[in-house]
């Protein structure tokens, strides 16, 4: 039977949420199952036009895309691929990953801060 | 420090300590006595205020300091003091000056006892607030006035985090002042080059000014909006750079007058809005359901094929086969068989029938490009086709019936190739009937930047992009480009930047290289013409929908009325 996947893909710009899907410079995909802090994969996907990424990632079975903004035509293809789009997310990555697997992320959640991490 | 004799419960020691720390303090200091007279009265206070120790020593503090219209609460305050009551050891209350001004103080009081643990003495330390006020004041009365524009502003730190946002920008953006505040400015402004070039990061690192980018940004509902911004840097007095300053407008009514401007200068798929193309439009169907030939001139890379096409779409013949040879492409032998094909056998590889281009073109349109390539001997065939209507195919002994509508062009000087003897008058004449003339794109630079955004929107559509349109620097150029090669030039140049351009708009960099060094070296000016040519037109457009009212079609336009009507006086528009 085939495993089903349980990735997320977060859209990145300089660490932190990119503010718009078609900016990406880097996709990073997250297994949330495990503990990891890191990302089990990340995608330069400079080069590609945001169709192209947007077609990787359908590839790669996420299930899951965190990112700031997004376009509607983008986000009609990700929903006819059954991936949930969390938009209008700002923040560092790993802030909002921890987020993210405290269930606390929802679209047009705004700045997202890990408040439990320790201080620097 | 000054004095008086009125009341003094300090040791000398303690008097010269205190004399110095007072006087020294960089706040205003005023001891009084419970009674409200003033005892001591030290350098700040006199700077601020005005007045000399003489002056207020011994004297109330309510006469000498305080406003008519705080008199009554001040009464009531040193009355309750010598009642033994408390009173607040902080306020912020007004003071008045000598010359009748008035400062907003925030007071400390600290109440000094004797040893019989009475209050003696009212040691009040004051911070003057006036210029924070007046600083509170400008900074409201600043953002009453960026209210009120239609463009939106944003003041950054030089961190690029967000200080303010006027109305206008929180419209676009979708994001309230508070939500924004000490956000980083891509997080909320999410415009198209925040990945690759910031130009308020520009601005504050070089001082430099960057004007009229045309992006879009993303609203917060994931809204893409075209915008034009500028940015400058913010500085201190000092000419410090302390933060940046953008200010962006909404071009969505502008983009739509684009589109619509397209759409009215659009004819079957020819775009122009020269004035030889406006006839041509005019006459074009009339002439296409005419079933004359025509022969269509014009420099290579005119359009030629296009106006052929829209003449087969136009005519009756539309639903009939639309078939183009290229003559100058076939020699001569192969030209013959191309055109009327050929029998099995009649030459050694002919093991079959084929059927030729006018057999392939039966009841629709036969478009001979180069037509002025071809030579005499095919010349004489063809004659005898437009003549007859008919024509045997190589190695036939049948004639066949050719129901072809003939179109012709080419980029040569037939007439002078007839002069020549190159070319045949009587087929000149036949194929001439009806001539068509296209300009090159030099002639007519006002089509340039309808073409780019013709072919930026294909481009787009076909690669799966999304480019806004070409930078003003790469327009500019553009627009100053001679285009020997005419529109398929311009084509190859857009679909060039369109593999270079990793941003959201053709910058210069995206061009191929001949055109950026040939650029450096000179500026003719016609660029600046196209712009303004378009400009007006979408004035008059703008103009047109909205019944020639001013005001709504400044609106519409994203601009000042005023500077409407000054763009309206320099291109002579009569509302």
Same mark, same amino acid.
């Given at each position: ?120 | ?148 524009? &239609? ?245 036939? &002994? ?11 062009? &080419?980029?040569?000087?037939? =007439? ?148 409407? =009507? ?10």
């Amino acid at each position: 039977m085939k495993q089903e996947k349980n990735d997320i893909a977060v859209c990145v710009l300089g660490g932190r949420i990119c503010p718009r899907f078609d900016l990406s410079h880097e996709i990073h995909i997250y297994d949330v199952k495990t503990s990891d802090r890191e990302p089990s994969e990340k995608i330069d996907v400079s080069s590609l036009s945001p169709l192209e990424s947007l077609n990787l990632l359908v590839g790669k079975e996420v299930r899951t895309v965190i990112v700031g903004g997004i376009q509607e035509r983008y986000q009609a293809i990700f929903l006819d691929h059954h991936i949930k789009v969390i938009w209008g997310v700002m923040g560092e990555v790993n802030d909002v990953i921890q987020v993210y697997k405290k269930k606390s992320l929802y679209p047009g959640i705004g700045r997202v801060f890990d408040f439990n991490k320790p201080a620097r | 420090m000054e004095k008086s004799s009125v009341v003094d419960p300090f040791s000398s020691y303690e008097k010269v300590l205190l004399e110095q720390v007072i006087y020294r303090a960089d706040s205003l200091i005023v001891i009084s006595d419970i009674q409200g007279r003033i005892q001591h009265f030290n350098k700040k206070a006199q700077e601020a205020t005005g007045f000399r120790p003489e002056e207020v020593l011994g004297k109330s503090w309510s006469e000498i300091f305080v406003p008519p219209a705080h008199q009554a609460k001040f009464r009531r305050m040193y009355k309750a003091l010598q009642d033994g009551k408390s009173i607040p050891r902080n306020e912020k209350y007004p003071i008045r000056t000598k010359e009748g001004r008035e400062l907003l103080i925030a007071w400390d009081r600290s109440f000094i006892k004797d040893r019989r643990d009475k209050i003696g003495l009212i040691l009040s330390v004051g911070h003057d607030l006036t210029p924070l006020k007046i600083m509170e004041e400008e900074r409201s009365h600043t953002q009453t006035i960026l209210d009120s524009i &239609t463009d939106g502003v944003i003041t950054v730190d030089p961190n690029l985090k967000i200080i303010s946002l006027n109305k206008a920008a929180s419209r676009m953006t979708d994001f309230n002042r508070e939500e924004a505040f000490g956000q980083y400015c891509q997080d909320i402004f999410r415009c198209n080059l925040c990945d690759t070039f910031c130009p308020l990061k520009e601005s504050i690192g070089k001082g430099k000014e960057i004007v009229n980018l045309e992006r879009t940004i993303l609203s917060r509902q994931n809204r893409e909006i075209p915008i034009n911004l500028s940015t400058t840097v913010w500085q201190d007095q000092d000419g410090n750079p302390i933060g940046g300053i953008l200010v962006f407008r909404d071009l969505t009514s502008v983009t739509e007058l684009r589109k619509e401007l397209l759409e009215k200068y659009s004819f079957q798929d020819i775009i122009s809005k020269n004035k030889v193309f406006l006839v041509l439009f005019q006459i074009l169907p009339d002439i296409a359901k005419s079933g004359a030939t025509v022969l269509i001139t014009g420099e290579s890379g005119t359009g030629k094929e296009l106006v052929a096409k829209a003449l087969h779409q136009l005519s009756p013949r539309k639903d009939r086969p639309f078939v183009k040879v290229n003559c100058g492409a076939l020699p001569e032998t192969l030209l013959e068989s191309e055109l009327f094909g050929y029998k099995r056998g009649a030459f050694t590889d002919a093991k079959q029938d084929k059927p030729g281009r006018f057999k392939l073109a039966e009841g629709g349109t036969l478009f001979l490009d180069e037509i002025g390539d071809i030579s005499l001997a095919i010349q004489s065939k063809l004659l005898r086709v437009l003549e007859t209507k008919e024509y045997e195919p190589l190695g036939g &002994t049948r004639t066949e019936k050719a129901d072809v509508r003939v179109v012709s062009a &080419t980029n040569k000087n037939l =007439w002078t190739q007839v002069q020549t003897g190159e070319f045949r008058e009587d087929l000149y004449y036949r194929l001439n009937l009806f001539p068509i003339e296209i300009p090159p794109l030099r002639d007519r630079t006002e089509d340039i930047p309808l073409l780019i955004d013709h072919f930026v929107t294909r481009f787009n559509h076909v690669h799966g992009r999304t480019i806004g349109g070409l930078d003003h620097s790469a327009l500019e150029i553009l627009l100053n480009h001679h285009y020997p090669g005419n529109v398929r030039e311009l084509q190859n140049i857009i679909e060039h930047a369109f593999i270079l351009c990793k941003t959201s708009y053709v910058s210069p960099d995206c061009l191929p290289a001949y055109l950026r060094k040939r650029n450096q070296k000179k500026d003719n000016g016609r660029g600046r013409k196209a712009i303004e040519e378009f400009e007006r037109d979408m004035i008059l457009e703008a103009l047109r929908k909205n019944g020639g009212n001013a005001k709504e079609t400044a609106k519409e336009m994203g601009i000042h009325r005023a500077t409407l =009507w000054r763009k309206m006086k320099r291109m002579k528009i009569a509302q």
